[in-house]
């Protein structure tokens, strides 16, 4: 039926336009965290870029700082005066932390720095020993730079350039640092007089460097030839190395760098180590050629965003869960208003019909009498029954509407005195006798002397619903117990029929309101499905209970009535 005050009310379009709005806003909320993730996913490549680059940015500055190094050692070699370069060397050696041993050598004479009187010195026979084949004339020495002296044309001192042969994957940046001028040279406090004579204007030397292992260490060696004669030293490589570190930046809690020799043992370590940690993420690159079979070795532990994406995804599916769930009360509310609205409907028609039924007996049989025809003594006596009968019916039908209306605004009075419970139930069966009649069913009563306190109206209301409903469902049993009992501080009332019963599914559903079971049976029977709701209000509403099952056997239905009221 469809409703004047729901004129466009469609629940089918309802369901079809909310399941549409939950598919849209699902497959918003899967696709906002997908981007999510994948916006992550390219931070977190763009940070092991960053990483990466932070890598190649330390290996260039630790080579340039390398190289910068050697060359500050062989430029000052270079400077040595020929005619007191055992001197100049010696002196070096003792003023210079990173010069290990210094050495002066012949093409003719062989080894002449260190002489036949240091051999005592341990040291110096490492070093002979160390370089051995070198010295003896086995190896050759290794032509990597070449220096040029060219006299300026304003007479002041020589400008250098430097050719590095050796240095070829070192960017240009670090090649152009080599190109000295005498303002560079002044600033590193460098001696700016070489060994040339008043009419000579090019003067050749020959220099390089030598990386030199001997028991997987790593030595240096630098060296300079001026004619047949090749001097240099060989680097403090701890000294050498103390001051690259310097050249490492301090690192962030979840960074580390490794500085790795040619033993691939740690020899210095900036940051915490990360290698047991999860989700550590390694980068290698390669001193070579600055320190030969050198690396560093950078770890780095990502910022996690599981979170940031889990607090985005929660986010998104609590908001997707209010927004289904008020979609889903929407509909349960719409649909339980319309369904409230058709049962209200059905009940003004139903008390349209139950009233309009008694008062079409009452006045078909009141006309019957008025006609003052002669009318047998006994068919009198039916008339006047069936108004009577009529009447009770409709007085029972008004009450429950007034009821009804009462409960629901909260109104209904309650009148609470002392009463014997046995006289009540008897006056009630009394007033209910010719309905019982009617329907040829045998009354029962069994219950003591039992004093109360509660609400008269309430108790006989509630009866004569349930007399009512036995007449109207179950008079094929003929039979209607009543049995009062006492447990603990309760006084229990059970009313016992032997209709069909009532099927389990539909128990529950009884005390509902405008709810009347669907079955053969109930459709033989008018009624507006208030009798049962009413009662259980009224009861509910005084402290006490009523419930309903069928019967062990099967037969019947029993409903038990609870009381709470003071006793005698």
């Given at each position: 039926?469809?409703?004047?005050?729901?004129?466009?009310?469609?629940?089918?379009?309802?369901?079809?336009?909310?399941?549409?709005?939950?598919?849209?806003?699902?497959?918003?909320?899967?696709?906002?965290?997908?981007?999510?993730?994948?916006?992550?996913?390219?931070?977190?490549?763009?940070?092991?870029?960053?990483?990466?680059?932070?890598?190649?940015?330390?290996?260039?500055?630790?080579?340039?700082?390398?190289?910068?190094?050697?060359?500050?050692?062989?430029?000052?070699?270079?400077?040595?005066?020929?005619?007191?370069?055992?001197?100049?060397?010696?002196?070096?050696?003792?003023?210079?932390?990173?010069?290990?041993?210094?050495?002066?050598?012949?093409?003719?004479?062989?080894?002449?720095?260190?002489?036949?009187?240091?051999?005592?010195?341990?040291?110096?026979?490492?070093?002979?020993?160390?370089?051995?084949?070198?010295?003896?004339?086995?190896?050759?020495?290794?032509?990597?730079?070449?220096?040029?002296?060219?006299?300026?044309?304003?007479?002041?001192?020589?400008?250098?350039?430097?050719?590095?042969?050796?240095?070829?994957?070192?960017?240009?940046?670090?090649?152009?640092?080599?190109?000295?001028?005498?303002?560079?040279?002044?600033?590193?406090?460098?001696?700016?007089?070489?060994?040339?004579?008043?009419?000579?204007?090019?003067?050749?030397?020959?220099?390089?460097?030598?990386?030199?292992?001997?028991?997987?260490?790593?030595?240096?060696?630098?060296?300079?030839?001026?004619?047949?004669?090749?001097?240099?030293?060989?680097?403090?490589?701890?000294?050498?190395?103390?001051?690259?570190?310097?050249?490492?930046?301090?690192?962030?809690?979840?960074?580390?760098?490794?500085?790795?020799?040619?033993?691939?043992?740690?020899?210095?370590?900036?940051?915490?180590?990360?290698?047991?940690?999860?989700?550590?993420?390694?980068?290698?690159?390669?001193?070579?050629?600055?320190?030969?079979?050198?690396?560093?070795?950078?770890?780095?532990?990502?910022?996690?965003?599981?979170?940031?994406?889990?607090?985005?995804?929660?986010?998104?599916?609590?908001?997707?869960?209010?927004?289904?769930?008020?979609?889903?009360?929407?509909?349960?509310?719409?649909?339980?208003?319309?369904?409230?609205?058709?049962?209200?409907?059905?009940?003004?028609?139903?008390?349209?019909?139950?009233?309009?039924?008694?008062?079409?007996?009452?006045?078909?049989?009141?006309?019957?009498?008025?006609?003052?025809?002669?009318?047998?003594?006994?068919?009198?006596?039916?008339?006047?029954?069936?108004?009577?009968?009529?009447?009770?019916?409709?007085?029972?039908?008004?009450?429950?509407?007034?009821?009804?209306?009462?409960?629901?605004?909260?109104?209904?009075?309650?009148?609470?005195?002392?009463?014997?419970?046995?006289?009540?139930?008897?006056?009630?069966?009394?007033?209910?006798?010719?309905?019982?009649?009617?329907?040829?069913?045998?009354?029962?009563?069994?219950?003591?002397?039992?004093?109360?306190?509660?609400?008269?109206?309430?108790?006989?209301?509630?009866?004569?619903?349930?007399?009512?409903?036995?007449?109207?469902?179950?008079?094929?049993?003929?039979?209607?117990?009543?049995?009062?009992?006492?447990?603990?501080?309760?006084?229990?009332?059970?009313?016992?029929?032997k209709g069909p019963g009532i099927?389990?599914?539909?128990?529950?559903?009884?005390?509902?309101?405008?709810?009347?079971?669907?079955?053969?049976?109930?459709?033989?029977?008018?009624?507006?499905?208030?009798?049962?709701?009413?009662?259980?209000?009224?009861?509910?509403?005084?402290?006490?209970?009523?419930?309903?099952?069928?019967?062990?056997?099967?037969?019947?239905?029993?409903?038990?009535?609870?009381?709470?009221?003071?006793?005698?």
């Open positions: 039926m469809q409703l004047n005050y729901l004129p466009n009310m469609n629940i089918k379009k309802l369901y079809i336009y909310s399941a549409l709005t939950v598919i849209a806003i699902t497959a918003l909320s899967v696709f906002s965290i997908r981007a999510i993730r994948m916006e992550e996913d390219f931070l977190r490549h763009q940070e092991q870029l960053n990483k990466e680059r932070e890598l190649t940015i330390l290996t260039e500055q630790v080579k340039l700082y390398a190289e910068t190094t050697r060359q500050d050692v062989l430029l000052g070699l270079q400077n040595i005066n020929f005619n007191t370069m055992e001197n100049d060397l010696i002196r070096r050696q003792n003023k210079d932390p990173l010069i290990r041993n210094v050495f002066i050598w012949n093409d003719q004479k062989g080894l002449s720095y260190p002489r036949d009187f240091f051999r005592g010195s341990r040291e110096k026979l490492e070093f002979i020993n160390r370089y051995k084949a070198l010295l003896e004339g086995k190896i050759k020495w290794q032509k990597d730079n070449e220096i040029q002296v060219i006299k300026a044309p304003n007479k002041k001192a020589a400008q250098y350039k430097i050719v590095s042969n050796a240095l070829e994957d070192v960017s240009q940046s670090i090649s152009e640092r080599y190109v000295l001028n005498d303002n560079a040279l002044q600033q590193r406090g460098q001696v700016q007089s070489y060994y040339q004579s008043p009419d000579t204007q090019n003067i050749k030397m020959e220099s390089g460097w030598i990386p030199w292992f001997d028991g997987n260490r790593l030595y240096q060696l630098i060296w300079v030839r001026r004619g047949s004669t090749v001097y240099g030293a060989e680097i403090e490589q701890m000294n050498f190395i103390a001051t690259l570190i310097t050249s490492f930046p301090k690192m962030s809690e979840n960074t580390s760098c490794k500085l790795i020799n040619g033993s691939n043992e740690v020899f210095h370590q900036a940051g915490k180590s990360l290698s047991k940690k999860k989700n550590t993420h390694k980068f290698v690159n390669s001193l070579a050629p600055a320190l030969p079979h050198w690396e560093i070795q950078y770890e780095f532990i990502l910022p996690s965003h599981n979170k940031r994406v889990s607090s985005s995804s929660l986010i998104l599916i609590l908001l997707l869960i209010f927004i289904v769930g008020g979609i889903f009360m929407l509909i349960f509310q719409t649909r339980k208003s319309y369904i409230d609205a058709l049962q209200k409907s059905n009940f003004v028609s139903n008390v349209s019909h139950e009233l309009k039924t008694p008062l079409t007996s009452i006045r078909m049989y009141a006309e019957l009498l008025a006609a003052k025809k002669e009318i047998p003594s006994d068919k009198q006596e039916k008339y006047v029954s069936v108004i009577i009968n009529e009447s009770q019916r409709l007085t029972r039908l008004v009450n429950n509407v007034l009821n009804f209306s009462r409960l629901d605004r909260g109104q209904h009075k309650y009148s609470f005195q002392m009463l014997r419970l046995d006289k009540l139930l008897e006056e009630i069966i009394d007033s209910q006798q010719m309905i019982l009649q009617l329907s040829e069913i045998e009354t029962i009563i069994s219950c003591p002397e039992i004093e109360i306190e509660t609400d008269r109206d309430v108790i006989e209301q509630v009866l004569i619903n349930l007399i009512d409903n036995t007449c109207k469902y179950a008079a094929e049993g003929k039979s209607l117990e009543i049995l009062v009992a006492q447990e603990s501080s309760k006084t229990i009332i059970e009313i016992l029929d099927p389990e599914k539909k128990l529950k559903h009884i005390f509902t309101k405008f709810y009347q079971a669907d079955s053969s049976l109930t459709d033989k029977a008018e009624g507006v499905g208030l009798g049962l709701s009413i009662c259980q209000q009224l009861l509910s509403a005084m402290n006490a209970s009523i419930r309903c099952q069928n019967r062990q056997n099967g037969t019947g239905t029993s409903f038990k009535i609870e009381l709470n009221g003071r006793t005698k």
